[in-house]
């Protein structure tokens, strides 16, 4: 695992920063790589969030997968970014538990083309950038996708590279760049990501 970690640190440049997605892993895996130096970790689940960042509070924990409203509480108050905003009324949720600091958010965008695929379309981000602008407890730090597995993945890369650019016009503080995982970060580095998300890669099959 350590290698594997140090394999992939490796290779990304120095702008580019690394999630390791802990979902699947065990608490030892993650202490092992907090050791090594390793503070990002990424969970799908809001409850697995809550529980690890109260027993790892000193690593930075990410919120990668998607969000009922009923859970939100949970991302308000433990993440310390949330990638998978797509929905104004979970984003609203979310916001009425976040403390001082308002919470840095990756607003989520369908580049896939698959329609059971969560994200906003690109034709209406800016909408829906218009209305997330109201909530003032979530910060836009930039937009995270997925490319369909099996598809033109460099594409997709370079949809979301374009829907990024086109929002810093009006967003200057929403530069990152969320996009790649175990089987394609390569690729999204090369089209210009500043944050991966990688799990298996690190941690080993489940």
Same mark, same amino acid.
């Given at each position: ?8 640190? $490796? ?9 390791? %997605? ?5 608490? +030892?895996? @993650? =202490? !092992? ?53 797509? $929905? ?9 538990? %976040? ?5 840095? +958010?990756? @607003? =989520? !965008? ?97």
């Amino acid at each position: 695992m350590i290698r594997r970690w140090q394999n992939i640190l $490796n290779t990304l440049p120095q702008s580019t920063q690394l999630i390791a %997605v802990s979902k699947y892993t065990t608490n +030892t895996n @993650i =202490q !092992v790589l907090a050791q090594m130096g390793q503070v990002d970790f990424g969970e799908s689940k809001p409850q697995n969030l809550r529980d690890r960042a109260q027993q790892f509070p000193n690593l930075h924990w990410h919120m990668i997968g998607p969000l009922q409203k009923n859970k939100a509480k949970y991302v308000g108050r433990f993440a310390y970014m949330w990638h998978s905003c797509c $929905n104004i009324e979970a984003a609203e949720a979310v916001a009425k538990h %976040v403390g001082t600091t308002p919470l840095p +958010t990756l @607003i =989520q !965008v369908n580049i896939s083309g698959e329609p059971q695929k969560q994200g906003v379309l690109p034709s209406d981000l800016p909408l829906f950038l218009e209305e997330f602008s109201t909530i003032h407890k979530l910060e836009l730090v930039g937009l995270m996708g997925m490319a369909a597995k099996g598809g033109d993945t460099r594409t997709s890369f370079k949809l979301l590279h374009q829907c990024r650019d086109d929002i810093l016009r009006s967003h200057s503080k929403a530069t990152a760049l969320c996009m790649g995982m175990s089987n394609d970060w390569r690729i999204a580095v090369e089209e210009g990501a500043t944050m991966i998300r990688v799990g298996s890669e690190i941690f080993g099959e489940t």
